[in-house]
């Protein structure tokens, strides 16, 4: 067993098996690492606290001696962002937060993920680099909101023409995030 674990958050309606963060985590888990990928509640019209208790849970079940990454898709970087607001400690060597939805436009199915907590500090309070992977024109994103991401000065990548960066979008084997999550060092900017 490597002395690595991933933990792998879905967004709103779950990743379902065609989905880029499936068959990451059956590659990694493959590779004999530590794959948490939960599937959250009523993953269709999810509540916040529900989540942030499911998360905690998850999060529990790493090792404590194994460095983590941790890779969120569309709301679950949402989710990140709110766990990350209420830690008070360092729980990721990296965490990959790809195509987050809008901060300023309210998903009507998660209501309660809203407000977003928009705080730099957290995130590097509880991870020691943050990559943030954008779409040029992901229809829960605009380049205008994401800015309120990039805002934060982590480090970023934006994908063009990618859409949700999604199955819809023809994300379903994505070998550019599996070399990311194998690479030993540390996340630079346009990587």
Known sequence: MNQQSFLIIHGLGGSGPDHWQTWLAHEL?????????????HFNSPVREVWLEELHSAVKTIPTDHRLTVITHSLG?????????IQTKRLAQQIILVAPPSPTIVLSEAKSF???????????RTAEDTLF????????CSMEDAKNYLNLAF????LPNAGHINTNSGHGKWPWMLDLCLSKGKIEQNT
């Open 77 to 85: 970087c949402i989710l990140w962002l709110h766990y990350a607001e």
């Open 133 to 140: 992977v954008h779409s040029s024109n992901d229809p829960y």
């Open 114 to 124: 809203y407000p977003v907590s928009l705080k730099g500090q957290h995130l590097s």
């Open 155 to 158: 480090p970023s990548l934006v």
């Open 29 to 41: 888990t493959e590779r004999n690492y530590h794959v948490c990928y939960p599937t959250f509640s």
